[in-house]
């Protein structure tokens, strides 16, 4: 519920409601990121990247949780289906929600991972 919360707050406070995180710039998000790191009793400046690691966060979870490739990119504002790829080889279950699309309801092979040598 609190990513629907963090949404919905967006939603009132952005410019552009087809795009929710176009308006923020890099200083206020990296001030608001050091006061956060502040109140976690952490350093801002000994992470070299934090908005790619909370941004692979993100789209990581989205993959392994089984969201589909064009939702992730259009949340994750990526230009191309190539950057979203690479979140989405972390998603082992996608290849059976794909191959259970082609079976008769009710007929749902069980898959195996097979590893290459």
């Avoid at 200083?27 to 992470?47: F, H, N, P, S, V």
């Avoid at 259009?74 to 082992?92: C, G, I, N, Q």
Wanted: aromatic residues 6%; positive net charge.
């Amino acid at each position: 519920m609190a990513a629907q919360a963090a949404l919905t707050r967006r939603r009132s406070a952005c410019t552009n409601p087809e795009s929710r995180f176009k308006d923020i710039n890099a200083d206020q998000a990296r001030r608001l990121l050091q006061e956060i790191y502040k109140k976690l009793g952490g350093e801002y400046a000994k992470i070299t990247q934090p908005f790619h690691v909370f941004r692979h966060s993100c789209a990581s979870r989205m993959a392994t949780r089984g969201v589909d490739a064009n939702r992730i990119k259009e949340w994750m504002d990526h230009a191309s289906f190539v950057t979203t790829e690479r979140y989405m080889k972390l998603a082992p279950s996608a290849l059976e929600m794909a191959t259970s699309a082609l079976e008769p309801e009710g007929m749902h092979p069980a898959l195996r991972l097979v590893a290459n040598n």
